[in-house]
């Protein structure tokens, strides 16, 4: 029978804990909206799937939002060390397998290869991710505990990754701007779901959230108000836009949006939230691998 010895169960657990600590879950799916984005949305019509794949500029891109991801989820993880002892002890004794100190180091190194890698696309690039790095680090360190503003702020970094590569096409077209709204709303939503979820943290450790100063019932009623206004977007890439088969990926996400409403409001313990969050959370992936079905003649031109 095979056993794994005791030095190699240390190393596999360091590097579950590594990988625990900058999310490498969410970066992967970062990656590959980034890139469905570029291929079937972002990138000019004459350009073949293979361009774009192989573009070097853009993989740079990619490369280095990457690591200033990774960096963020550290520095992130760092600041709220107190708070995740009280509301997920499991997972942050796993995130705590590797030091506070080496993994400090590895922040200022991955944001300083981030740096460096931007650096071989062009100078607005290295503004642009130092801009986005300090962005990340000033809600960590301050922003997080604002009421409201802490909220936008995260949606808004959670959304800068998609931002570089419109940005890299110079794609400014209407329908993008509603997408943006509809998948900004949604990482809004689940930011509140995280306050009702982590309220015993916040509490104990002075954070301003919305559950903490108004109470669960109040923000309930804002989240149901975002969920209102959540609508108006889909509507509009259902019916103002040819996203294609895309439309269907919208009535499902009005479904579970609904369904995700009705049990909101039943919802009172931290399981409940998760779950809630999830939802979420599984309204967003669903909604780039949706990407695909904008325009499936495209799908078909761009692979052949």
């Not at 329908?175 to 900004?184: M, S, T």
């Amino acid at each position: 029978m095979f056993r794994i010895s005791r030095r190699n169960k240390l190393l596999l657990l360091k590097f579950l804990s590594l990988f625990s600590v900058v999310r490498g879950y969410n970066i992967l799916i970062i990656i590959l909206a980034q890139y469905l984005a570029s291929i079937f949305i972002l990138s000019p019509d004459n350009l073949s799937m293979r361009e774009v794949v192989l573009d070097l500029n853009l993989f740079l891109i990619v490369l280095s939002t990457s690591f200033v991801i990774a960096g963020g989820y550290i520095i992130n993880s760092f600041y709220d060390t107190a708070k995740d002892l009280i509301n997920r002890p499991n997972k942050t004794k796993l995130d705590h397998m590797v030091s506070q100190k080496k993994i400090l180091t590895l922040y200022f190194v991955l944001n300083f290869i981030s740096i460096i890698v931007a650096s071989y696309v062009s100078f607005f690039a290295v503004l642009f991710f130092s801009a986005y790095i300090f962005g990340i680090w000033f809600y960590s360190h301050k922003l997080k505990k604002v009421l409201f503003l802490g909220n936008l702020t995260s949606a808004s970094l959670a959304l800068t990754p998609f931002f570089a590569v419109f940005i890299y096409y110079r794609n400014f077209e209407k329908v993008i701007f509603v997408h943006a709204l509809f998948l900004g709303l949604i990482i809004i939503m689940r930011e509140l779901i995280k306050d009702l979820e982590n309220i015993r943290g916040d509490i104990a450790l002075g954070y301003n959230t919305f559950p903490v100063i108004y109470g669960e019932r109040f923000t309930k009623a804002l989240i149901t108000l975002l969920v209102g206004i959540t609508v108006i977007p889909a509507f509009l890439l259902i019916n103002k836009f040819d996203v294609g088969l895309m439309n269907y990926y919208f009535y499902l996400s009005t479904i579970l949006l609904l369904v995700f409403l009705f049990w909101l409001w039943k919802s009172n313990e931290k399981l409940h939230y998760l779950l809630l969050h999830n939802i979420l959370k599984l309204i967003i992936v669903l909604g780039v691998f949706s990407i695909l079905l904008i325009d499936t003649d495209v799908v078909i031109n761009r692979i052949l």
